[in-house]
């Protein structure tokens, strides 16, 4: 049975996923088409175009892909003047012997591949980024900026709660492979060059067709230090069913005492066409779209909570 599942940002792209999947695409080209969509378009605030810059007001975007039947895994990481991220993850798995590329060899890759370079800051993000930072800061450290440390800066102007998300998508296509593709612009305000969880393959996102699929989005920095993904799909593997391997998932992130803390929304897939998506400790209530070949059209619909 043909599935896609993808969270609440997806809607500039998720009706051309399905058509294609309709249509008999392959998952992850599908996906990489639709998710394109999303990285273009500006009311999406989390993504692409639309989404938020680091703290020294660069666009440093991420994204990740896997093909759960050959477990082959393209990433990028921190990469500047690219709106279609997830196309350019894609290009890395299919041309190069590596699994990610991350800043300025990411930006060389995409040149070398005819990806153009794209004017990546929104005005309205630039605004909300300044106006942001100038109340954080000094009038010493206004005038010297950036040139000054941005560590301490990096606890006062965090602002997880209003500005993180990412897009992940995750198919079940015509031949019985099930992928997952993220695309994100990260935290905004983050530190340059962090990296979040969405191109970390088994943080972010994870595939085997034989068992399922997973991705999460929101705090990149506690998926990282569980593996999430590959959790939730190594449960399955060993007979979990896809409540339980979700649920191991939650109560690993819950052990987590120290570091930054905060919500994550996992979305996962088996094999068997169940699918999940959890809201762990986000207050506000999450949504989620969801199509599969016996529906006669999308639903957008609110996760649960374990
Ligand atoms: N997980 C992403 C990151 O840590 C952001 C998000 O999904 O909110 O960069």
């Known amino acids: 049975m043909r599935m896609l599942l993808a969270n609440a940002e997806a809607w500039p792209g998720f009706d051309t996923t399905v058509e294609l999947l309709k249509n008999g695409g392959?998952?992850?080209?599908?996906?990489?088409?639709?998710?394109?969509?999303?990285?273009?378009?500006?009311?999406?605030?989390?993504?692409?175009?639309?989404?938020?810059?680091?703290?020294?007001?660069?666009?440093?975007f991420d994204a990740g892909v896997m093909d759960g039947t050959t477990r082959d895994v393209g990433a990028v990481g921190a990469v500047p003047a690219?709106?279609?991220?997830?196309?350019?993850?894609?290009?890395?798995?299919?041309?190069?012997?590596?699994?990610?590329?991350?800043?300025?060899?990411?930006?060389?890759?995409?040149?070398?591949?005819?990806?153009a370079v794209d004017d990546t800051l929104h005005p309205d993000s630039k605004r909300v980024w300044w106006e942001r930072l100038q109340k954080e800061m000094s009038p010493e450290q206004l005038a010297a900026f950036?040139?000054?440390?941005?560590?301490?800066?990096?606890?006062?102007?965090?602002?997880?709660?209003?500005?993180?998300d990412t897009t992940v998508f995750l198919a079940r296509d015509a031949a019985e492979g099930l992928g997952v593709v993220t695309s994100t612009s990260g935290w905004a305000w983050k530190y340059p060059g962090r990296l979040g969880d969405s191109p970390i393959v088994g943080a972010g996102f994870y595939a085997d067709s034989r068992y399922g699929a997973a991705a999460c989005t929101h705090t990149g920095e506690m998926t990282m230090?569980?593996?999430?993904?590959?959790?939730?799909?190594?449960?399955?593997?060993?007979?979990?069913?896809?409540?339980?391997?979700v649920k191991l998932a939650v109560e690993e992130l819950?052990?987590?005492?120290?570091?930054?803390?905060a919500g994550v929304v996992i979305h996962a897939i088996d094999a068997k066409g169940n699918h999940k998506v959890?809201?762990?400790?986000?207050?506000?209530?999450?949504?989620?779209?969801?199509?599969?070949?016996?529906?006669?059209?999308?639903?957008l619909r609110v996760a649960g909570t374990i």
């Open 146 to 164: 950036p040139d000054i440390p941005l560590a301490p800066l990096s606890n006062t102007i965090t602002d997880p709660e209003r500005v993180r």
């Open 225 to 245: 230090r569980c593996g999430t993904s590959r959790s939730i799909v190594l449960a399955l593997r060993l007979g979990y069913s896809l409540e339980d391997a």
């Open 254 to 261: 819950s052990e987590l005492k120290t570091g930054f803390l």
């Open 82 to 115: 690219t709106l279609p991220v997830a196309a350019l993850a894609h290009e890395v798995m299919k041309h190069l012997p590596h699994v990610m590329l991350t800043g300025a060899g990411a930006r060389r890759f995409a040149t070398e591949r005819g990806f």
């Open 278 to 299: 959890v809201n762990y400790r986000n207050e506000e209530e999450i949504r989620y779209w969801y199509w599969d070949e016996r529906m006669a059209a999308p639903e």
């Open 26 to 60: 392959a998952g992850i080209d599908a996906m990489v088409a639709g998710i394109a969509k999303v990285e273009r378009e500006a009311k999406v605030r989390s993504v692409g175009y639309g989404g938020w810059p680091n703290m020294i007001g660069d666009m440093e």
